[in-house]
């Protein structure tokens, strides 16, 4: 499984961005797909995700009410609505996808490349 993420930038706090992943395929091996982010001198960490099978989402406590998560079944795309952006959600995030639902970096099973969201203050 390919993972091809777009999307991010820059944005004064406040502001808006939006993130989009495409996977080349999807199987029972990325029914689950997500995003984690990683800013300087941090460790890499859970940011949200989603099960293609039920549309349950995940979201970890600093992004809730303030990010979405979404799926496109039919272009196999996963998209990240970033809202009421803080500085500290400046980092790169990576759109990841796993077998089963998971938050530890060290268990997802494919990445994509990472983008880089930063938000000014």
């Known amino acids: 499984v390919q993972l091809q993420a777009s999307g991010g930038g820059l944005v004064q706090a406040g502001g808006s961005l939006r993130l989009s992943c495409a996977a080349s395929?999807?199987?029972?091996?990325?029914?689950?797909m997500g995003w984690f982010r990683q800013a300087p001198g941090k460790e890499r960490e859970f940011v949200t995700g989603?099960?293609?099978?039920?549309?349950?989402?995940l979201y970890a406590d600093s992004v809730k009410g303030r990010f979405t998560i979404s799926r496109d079944n039919a272009n196999n795309t996963v998209c990240l609505q970033m809202n009421s952006l803080k500085p500290e959600d400046t980092a790169v995030y990576y759109c990841?996808?796993?077998?089963?639902?998971?938050?530890?970096?060290?268990?997802?099973?494919?990445w994509g490349k990472g983008t880089q969201v930063t938000v000014s203050s």
């Open positions: 989603i099960a293609w099978s039920s549309g349950n989402s």
């Open positions: 395929t999807r199987t029972f091996s990325n029914n689950f």
């Open positions: 990841t996808a796993s077998a089963e639902v998971l938050t530890s970096p060290s268990a997802m099973r494919f």
